[in-house]
């Protein structure tokens, strides 16, 4: 996870998600973990809906390969480790939620996510 702020900005910034410039995600549900043996902070956000999938902009804009968390403090850059598609329905290809999931290990980067999440 890098924190990516530049300059000062001047007006606050609506927090938003991103895994495709300009397409905002909203998690449906958010769950905070930590690794037992390394101590490290687990963060797995669920999207129950992909808006960069159901507009199919994600043919025309460049993939990062990274979750971008922005906020009036700056961008952050977290990694996935595991990224998974749940289909379900009566044929098995009814989208029903995207999980993602990040560690977490430098506590002043924990600090950074969680006044991201409680904007």
């Known amino acids: 996870m ?3 702020t530049s300059g000062a900005i001047d007006r606050a910034i609506a927090p938003s998600m991103e895994f495709f410039d300009g ?3 909203d998690p449906s549900n ?16 669920v999207f129950e809906q992909l808006n960069c999938i159901e507009r199919f902009r994600a043919v025309t804009n460049r993939f990062s390969g990274s979750l971008r968390l922005r906020d009036e403090e700056g961008d952050i850059l ?4 595991s990224v998974r598609f749940i289909f379900g ?6 989208f029903e939620r995207f999980e993602c999931q ?16 409680n904007r």
């Open 2 to 4: 890098s924190d990516a």
């Open 23 to 25: 397409v905002v995600e």
């Open 30 to 45: 958010v769950s905070l973990r930590r690794d037992p043996t390394t101590g490290a902070k687990i963060v797995m956000m």
């Open 78 to 81: 977290v990694e996935p480790s």
């Open 89 to 94: 329905g009566p044929e098995g290809d009814d």
């Open 102 to 117: 990040f560690r977490i290990e430098i506590p002043e980067q924990w600090d950074r996510f969680m006044r991201f999440m």
